[in-house]
Each structure stands twice: as structure tokens, then as C-alpha cells.
């Protein structure tokens, strides 16, 4: 069982994608470089007080996130939804600063991230 604690869960990622290090890192990639946009759409229906579509795109964001492995983003988004669902306007507002927090992490953790040991130990088990 994964260690929904840890912020990422990169084992279990590459569990999901078969083992194929270099699937993972892009989808990783496109994962970062969506994120933002992501996070500034929530904002703008969160000051718009469209909580339906907040819970929606945080819903959209919390199912993408935990296929990552990206436990902390996966939860945030949670809360995020939960909020939405609530019409807790200031609990979601506090929850979007965690979610970039969040992110910001995701990113620092992924930088340090070395594919090709990353590879290679996953190679190594499978034999």
C-alpha cells in the first residue's frame, strides 16, 4: 500500500505505467506544464463563486494527480473539492494557496528525480 503521506509516490507510479521510466517522466512533464493553467481556472471559479465547476476541475485535477502518484496535489484537490461541494468559498480560496504550495513541491521533488537510476533499479527488479 502506498504512503498517501508521501508527497510523491513515484513507485507506484511507475507501477501504473508498466515500468516504462521514460512514459512516466513525460507524462510527469505535461502533468507540470498543465498545472498552472490548471490552478488559475480554479481560482477564477472559485473569486467567480462558481463552486460547481470548481468541484469539477478540482474532481478532474484529484483523479489525474493520484494516477501520478502525486499524493499532496491529489489531497489538496480533495479538500478542494469538498469545499467546492460545501459552497465554503473561504475554505476553497485557502486550499487553491495550498494547491500551489503543493505544485511547487511536486516540481522540487521531481527535479531531483534521477530517470536513469530510476530505470535502471526498476530494471533490476523485474528480473
Not at 55 to 65: E, I, T, Y
Request: include cysteine; glycine fraction near 8%.
Amino acid at each position: 500500500m502506498p504512503d498517501q503521506n508521501e508527497p510523491l509516490d513515484l513507485k507506484g507510479a511507475l507501477k501504473r505505467a508498466m515500468g516504462d521510466t521514460a512514459f512516466l517522466q513525460m507524462m510527469y512533464d505535461e502533468f507540470q506544464q498543465m498545472l498552472p493553467d490548471n490552478i488559475a481556472r480554479m481560482a477564477q471559479a472559485c473569486d467567480a463563486r462558481e463552486m460547481g465547476l470548481l468541484a469539477r476541475q478540482a474532481h478532474q485535477l484529484k483523479g489525474s494527480a493520484a494516477n501520478l502518484g502525486a499524493n499532496e496535489i491529489a489531497a489538496a484537490a480533495l479538500q478542494l473539492e469538498q469545499s467546492a461541494n460545501a459552497g465554503a468559498v473561504d475554505q476553497a480560496a485557502a486550499t487553491l494557496a495550498a494547491l500551489k504550495c503543493a505544485a511547487g513541491t511536486l516540481h522540487t521533488r521531481l527535479c531531483g528525480v534521477d530517470w536513469g537510476a530510476l530505470a535502471a533499479a526498476d530494471e533490476e527488479n523485474t528480473k
